[in-house]
């Protein structure tokens, strides 16, 4: 588990593509952070990121992300 | 029951005879076949997933897989409860490995046992592909000429490329 995100910040964890997009797997943004402006905010530090990740809309209309938030990139899955 | 970890597993959930785990080692067929073991049970279905050599031609040296493993327990132990309950199984156990796995070794292992083996098989088969369809669990390929590829299981096709 990635370290808690100092004050006024939350966790961004990057799986699968969207890690090796940002060549990283955690950082740390600031908070708050409205859901629907996450994406906005990822493509502004990573151009292309959103197709990389393969974004679906983002569930939660009207959801602030908060300090102390934990935020995950869930590309599509490939267990097995 | 509460979903409860377990001692000698913390990467794992059980609940009512579901039991569920995400680990870095060798996966242990016997003990995942014990874990369903009943009294009740005449059948007991076991599927071992295996890490195949290739993809579309290309030599796959090894393969490495992340989870997001608080969200992956709960969608696997999610999954197991509702198999369960919708084919009468006595117990389920689904076991998936992290980070490189060699070629032609166990990546995931579902057991299912049962009253009767038409519900073991058919529950074992739907465990798996609902696994595959959204466990947040992902698969690197590395071929033998240096590149690695994340691989996607949309919609029950063959693995596509992602990234």
Known sequence: ?80 | MMASPDQNHPDSLSEDNCWVALTSSPLEIQSVVDRVRSPQAGAIVLFAGTTRDSFEGKTVVDLRYEAYAPLALRSMLDIACKVKERHGLKGVAMVHRLGVVPVGEESILIAVSSPHRQAAWRAGEEALEECKARVEVWKREEFADGEGVWRANRDGQAGERVG
């Open chain 1, 1 to 80: 588990m990635p370290p808690k995100p100092p004050p006024g910040h939350f966790n961004i964890l990057y799986f699968a593509s969207a890690g090796q997009y940002t060549s990283k797997s955690v950082e740390v943004l600031p908070a708050p952070l409205p859901l629907r402006d996450l994406f906005a905010e990822l493509e502004r530090r990573y151009n292309g990121i959103r197709a990389s990740a393969d974004e679906e809309a983002a569930e939660g209309e009207g959801v602030v992300i908060q300090e102390g938030d934990e935020v995950a990139i869930i590309p599509p899955v490939s267990s097995g």
